[in-house]
């Protein structure tokens, strides 16, 4: 077997039942549960070509419960990324991120690149959905809303996906956080940001995480991230 040319260490840190799992699940195996399973700690490993290199990613799932806050933070050590999770269609898990995910991935790992990552998306057009939130007079998760958090928290970059319906997706968004480990990420206008805001995006061109790589664009003018993806992943948005 070839050896990867990185390990990329990638946490998922936020709310239980936000989407952690399927998210972890649909890249490594590409099969989404309809029924959910708590979590404790799952660990898991894959291997794929970014941005011109092989990188071995390990996964970490944690669980969101209270019940694991005192062990929880015993996955952090040498993340190389982590994954600030929320569901697009539980605000309350939006502010969640804000108000604990963030400080405590902060306060255990400070100098690990942090992508907040808006999971489910595909609730902005679950009929379901629409009503529950409705009756509390609340919406969805709009995506300037969540590319305004990711400014305020100095977060790398915001992605967002649907473990549902978009598996290659997914792996962009694991592309995109390996791609930020690899220190590759870099500040240019994020298309389809609102009043010419920037975030994270990349200048190099990047391969599937279980599939062919691709290579550095070097030679070419930088370009965001987001439009070397979209051809690719409709679903996923990378701001």
Request: with cysteine.
């Amino acid at each position: 077997m070839e050896a990867a040319d990185a390990e990329c260490k990638v946490v998922l840190v936020g709310d239980s039942r936000c989407g952690k799992t399927s998210l972890v699940q649909r890249f490594v195996s590409d099969q989404f549960a309809e029924v959910y399973t708590p979590t404790g700690f799952e660990k898991y490993t894959c291997t794929g070509c970014v941005g011109g290199h092989r990188v071995r990613f390990v996964v970490w799932d944690t669980s969101g419960a209270a019940a694991y806050d005192s062990v929880r933070p015993l996955a952090y050590p040498d993340a190389r990324v982590f994954l600030l999770c929320f569901r697009i269609g539980d605000p309350d898990s939006l502010e969640n991120a804000v108000r604990k995910w963030y400080g405590e991935v902060r306060q255990h790992s400070p100098g690990a690149p942090l992508i907040l990552c808006g999971c489910a998306a595909d609730q902005r057009g679950d009929v379901d959905t629409l009503a529950r939130l409705a009756r509390r007079r609340r919406a969805p998760v709009s995506s300037e809303q969540a590319l305004q958090v990711s400014r305020q928290l100095g977060a790398a970059t915001y992605v967002e996906t649907s473990s549902r319906t978009a598996g290659r997706a997914v792996r962009d968004a694991f592309e995109v956080a390996a791609l930020a480990a690899l220190g590759k990420l870099n500040s240019a206008p994020a298309v389809g940001a609102p009043n010419g805001a920037t975030n994270g995006t990349n200048n190099g061109t990047s391969g599937g995480a279980n599939g062919g790589g691709g290579t550095n664009g070097g030679a070419k003018a930088p370009h965001p991230l987001k439009a070397e993806l979209k051809g690719r992943a409709r679903s996923c948005c990378v701001m």
